[in-house]
């Protein structure tokens, strides 16, 4: 599931922030269907060598209303992110979330890992990878307290604070895309199927640049034009 502390010390050689590769960040608020987005391009790309979708590791039983992820308690993640068993983890909503040390790697090999996070560690993915592409998946605020609803794990008032959290956090700097999913599933999974053919590209070699990707609804004018599915300058 998780490897040592020697991906960590293997790495450790090179200086960071870690290229060749692209990391995906997906973010956005709890409702607005990140993990249906995640799961749309992972069953259009299932033969896809080149592209990683990463299984985190949370402290929170794993079930069909979930994401599939692996389970550890609280005082083994503790015990795992002391033995650098995680590239990065995070503190959430009274859960524990790591990203496995395997990534590292898979960044530094050239390959595309895609992976669900907080907004709150985009700090440290930037110190970490030298190639990162945000993609903050959004939705109106009725679509997310009808979908938090639907999940039936807090009460009103929780969701409403939720909410209110949410609206509170601003994205910003280079690398970011906006994707509303307010509407069919397959329309926000197309958007998303295009950040990563050139995220792939990019990673190929020569001929492609990386700047932002593509801005979407609700969010500034296009930071690069493309050509051939390549970020160019």
Not at 60 to 84: K, N
Not at 125 to 135: E, F, P, S, T, W
Not at 204 to 233: H, I, M, N, Y
Request: hydrophobic residues 45%; negative net charge.
């Amino acid at each position: 599931m998780m490897a040592s502390a020697s991906i960590e010390r293997e790495l450790s050689a090179a200086a960071f922030p870690i290229r060749d590769g692209v990391f995906v960040a997906v973010v956005g608020p709890s409702g607005a269907g990140k993990d249906t987005v995640i799961g749309y391009a992972r069953s259009l790309f299932a033969d896809e060598t080149r592209l990683e979708f990463v299984r985190r590791v949370i402290t929170r039983p794993s079930d069909t209303t979930s994401e599939d992820h692996d389970t550890l308690a609280d005082a083994a993640f503790v015990e795992a992110e002391a033995d650098g068993a995680f590239a990065i983890a995070w503190e959430a909503h009274g859960l524990r979330y790591g990203i496995p040390a395997e990534v590292d790697r898979s960044v530094a090999n050239g390959r595309v890992a895609i992976a669900n996070v907080s907004r709150a560690i985009i700090p440290a993915l930037r110190d970490r990878y030298a190639n990162l592409a945000i993609v903050e998946v959004t939705a109106s605020p009725q679509i997310l307290a009808e979908r938090l609803a639907m999940r039936g794990r807090e009460s009103r008032g929780e969701v409403l604070a939720r909410l209110a959290r949410s609206a509170n956090v601003a994205l910003s700097g280079p690398g970011v895309s906006s994707i509303d999913n307010s509407g069919p599933r397959e329309a926000a999974g197309e958007r998303f199927v295009e950040v990563l053919r050139k995220a792939m590209a990019f990673s190929d070699g020569p001929g492609c640049t990386f700047p932002s990707p593509l801005v979407g609804e609700g969010g500034s004018a296009r930071s690069a034009e493309t050509v051939e599915g390549c970020w160019k300058k």
